[in-house]
């Protein structure tokens, strides 16, 4: 019996749909912790779900969890607004508490503009909650051929336009953003990370930006600027983990060279500019 969904899905179907997608797997576990059900109840709600769509996912024993099945991903598409990626970060984050290592893999600072393939978000999400890592066919500025290569994630990102995977590159020797969207396949490998390889220092590091009106601004431009973005104070100080400190320059549009990023063009002008230009591209 093949799997068929021809309408929008409601209520704990759609809940379960969207971790299959998104995660890649569901488990008694997560629908307790999630929605506090009990034990038997979880267990009914997954029962539900495999008689309305038995070739969703598949049992893995060793891991003691459904996980989802190539047919998910051929029959639903990622672009249905009920099973959207915007739904599914809904759904996982609606708890403050960490109760979930996914907590510490998904970082959305931002909306972004596109929708990453939920195929390559569950099969990351995989990798990281399993400690294993990814090949990926992948196309970039520099190399537009589609190429293969290895990568060991950590956590992934939206830095405001874009989906971004972060984690170590054994070919370039470093700890490498990878955007999702350019991400043309996937496939999880048995590898781990090396133990040699050092943590991922710019990941680890938070950095300070202190930003504040443009000095260029009128007094009382800037006192429009402080009420908007600093609370009417002259300035405010916003700590980014180091590795995101480029993107955030970027989408908040701060001014780093005020001689040459101008007013009305930049409202914004970092002010520790020597504490931060190291994070930088």
Not at 82 to 99: G, H, K, N, V
Not at 258 to 277: F, G, K, M
Request: proline residues 6%.
């Amino acid at each position: 019996m093949s799997m068929q969904i021809d309408g929008i899905l409601t209520g704990r179907l759609q809940q379960i749909a969207l971790l299959l997608l998104w995660e890649g797997e569901v488990s008694n576990e997560r629908l307790r912790g999630l929605f506090d059900l009990s034990q038997v109840r979880a267990s009914e709600w997954i029962k539900e779900f495999r008689a309305h769509f038995p070739d969703s996912c598949e049992w893995h024993s060793k891991r003691r969890r459904f996980l989802a099945s190539s047919l998910l991903y051929q029959q639903v598409p990622s672009e249905l607004p009920a099973l959207s990626l915007s739904q599914y970060l809904a759904l996982s984050t609606r708890q403050p508490t960490l109760q979930s290592d996914l907590h510490c893999i998904i970082f959305q600072g931002f909306q972004a503009i596109g929708q990453p393939s939920a195929r390559v978000v569950s099969r990351l999400q995989l990798a990281i909650r399993t400690s294993v890592g990814v090949n990926i066919q992948y196309v970039s500025l520099n190399q537009p051929e589609p190429h293969w290569r290895v990568l060991f994630p950590h956590s992934l990102v939206c830095t405001g336009q874009r989906w971004h995977v972060r984690g170590f590159s054994p070919e370039h020797g470093e700890y490498r953003d990878h955007n999702l969207g350019r991400i043309l396949d996937i496939a999880l490998c048995d590898e781990v990370l090396p133990a040699e390889v050092a943590p991922d220092q710019a990941w680890q590091t938070l950095v300070q930006i202190e930003l504040g009106p443009h000095p260029q601004l009128t007094r009382a431009q800037a006192g429009v600027v402080s009420a908007e973005f600093c609370a009417g104070q002259p300035s405010r100080v916003t700590t980014v983990r180091g590795a995101l400190v480029h993107y955030y320059v970027q989408v908040m549009h701060l001014a780093m060279n005020v001689q040459i990023q101008c007013p009305p063009d930049y409202l914004l002008a970092v002010y520790n500019v020597e504490e931060v230009q190291p994070w930088m591209f």
